[in-house]
């Protein structure tokens, strides 16, 4: 039982950033897949949610309008895509596992190291 998160990525300012997230050894459409995400420093960020059933999404405010995430069923992989990318989404990124029937992040990716940099 697994997620497997995509490798590192550099960007520039103003750019686009697409991540996968492989789950594995589990039903995929039992669970929500949840983004979180660490900058420097800080502590972990709660980014939003898809529910791979449907493709429901859930962002948190503050992610509104710049992120989307979508899950393809037929390869059991969770995407996240991020725009107008800026210095302070230089972090760590994950994806985890949400309960159905509670709040709780059971299973977590490898975060992956996102840098913003010119």
């Known amino acids: 039982v697994q997620l497997v998160r995509s490798g590192a990525e550099l960007r520039n300012p103003g750019a686009s950033v697409k991540g996968s997230c492989k789950a594995s050894g589990y039903t995929f459409t039992s669970y929500y897949i949840d983004w979180v995400r660490q900058a420097p420093g800080q502590g972990l960020e709660w980014m939003g949610r898809?529910?791979?059933?449907?493709?429901?999404?859930k962002y948190a405010q503050k992610f509104q309008g710049r992120v989307t995430f979508t899950a393809d069923t037929s390869t059991t992989t969770a995407y996240v895509e991020m725009s107008s990318l800026r210095s302070e989404d230089t972090a760590k990124y994950y994806c985890a596992r949400g309960e159905r029937l509670g709040t709780g992040l059971d299973l977590w990716g490898q975060g992956t190291q996102v840098t913003v940099s010119s």
């Open positions: 898809i529910d791979p059933v449907d493709g429901q999404t």
